[in-house]
């Protein structure tokens, strides 16, 4: 993996020398420092400032850029200006603005496709007056007030269709009414979040992944082991996507990990609001030399985890 994430950083080396950039900084989950071994994506710093701060990115471990921003201090980071993530493809994924380390004004997120996904605002790091999001379709998915980084008030949920799915007023818990999209009540029990179910439950997935992952020959031959971290999001519809490898183990245990999670089949949508929903998880493809199905050490039972990202 180092050797790896070297060979990128040396691509297109004069670029790299022109911005005089300081040595990468390899990164976790959490955002924390770490050791290679350990890390999830990089932070590049250049070393000359722009207008008094220090342009910086943030890339995946296979060079894919995630995230641009500025520094306003490199010891300790201290983020300001405009920070702007990014999809895989290279899309805008959202943006806002930094002042003293915490997002602050205008907070905009984007589908894939450059439609508007969620608009709202930041104050010192906390969310504040009306959030809105959008279903791709255009129609409007949530709206309701924050205050101090706390729902509050009342709040409605919409189907794309624009028929109404909920309505709660934050702070009665018995108030949640939810609609059914032909405009009936909903009379079953008030789920306010409802995960995506694999056919057979979790622990179906879990053995899904075991009996469908190929130990690569050229990692078998090398004696390469350990997990590769992949994230993928179960779509609205129930169908997994954008997968990418989020911590690798070599080129053929990566593409072998994407490879499984690509087939998993159809999960049952996850719901919030009784409003279908899309969720992120990340889950760990176990990788070892003597591992069969039939005899030597078992892939851990890990099931995902869901992957949760935000500016706060």
């Known amino acids: 993996m180092k050797a790896l994430l070297a060979a990128l950083l040396l691509v297109g080396g004069a670029s790299v020398a022109e911005a005089q950039s300081l040595p990468a900084v390899y990164l976790n989950e959490q955002n924390q420092e770490a050791v290679p071994d350990s890390a999830t994506h990089y932070r590049v710093v250049e070393q000359q400032p722009e207008n008094g701060l220090y342009p910086m990115r943030e890339y995946a471990l296979n060079g894919t850029l995630l995230l641009r921003g500025y520094l306003e201090s490199l010891e ?50 906390e969310r504040t007056g009306r959030w809105l999001s959008v279903h791709r379709n255009g129609q409007r998915r949530s709206t309701g007030m924050y205050h101090q980084n706390q729902p509050t008030g009342e709040w409605r949920y919409y189907y794309s269709s624009g028929q109404p799915a909920a309505v709660e007023q934050i702070g009665q818990e018995a108030s949640a009414k939810l609609f059914n999209e032909d405009g009936t009540r909903h009379d079953g029990l008030v789920q306010r979040r409802q995960a995506p179910e694999f056919p057979g439950g979790e622990q179906a997935l879990v053995e899904y992944l075991i009996q469908h992952t190929v130990y690569p020959k050229d990692a078998r031959r090398k004696g390469i082991t350990g997990k590769v971290y992949v994230t993928y999001t179960v779509g609205e519809d129930g169908r997994v996507g954008q997968v990418r490898v989020l911590r690798g183990l070599s080129p053929e245990a990566d593409l072998e990990a994407k490879r499984v999670v690509e087939s998993l089949p159809r999960f049952r949508p996850g719901r919030e609001y009784n409003v279908p929903t899309s969720f992120t998880y990340t889950v760990p493809i176990y990788f070892a030399p003597q591992f069969n199905l039939f005899g030597g050490p078992k892939p851990p039972p890990t099931p995902p985890v869901e992957a949760r990202a935000n500016w706060e």
Do not use: I
Not at 88 to 105: E, I, L, R, W, Y
Not at 114 to 119: D, S, Y
């Open 76 to 125: 300790p980071p201290k983020r300001s200006g405009l920070f702007t993530t990014y999809y895989p493809s290279g899309a805008k994924a959202s943006q806002v603005n930094f002042q003293n380390d915490q997002p602050n004004g205008v907070y905009v997120a984007w589908y894939e496709d450059g439609k508007v996904q969620e608009r709202g605002e930041y104050y010192n790091g």
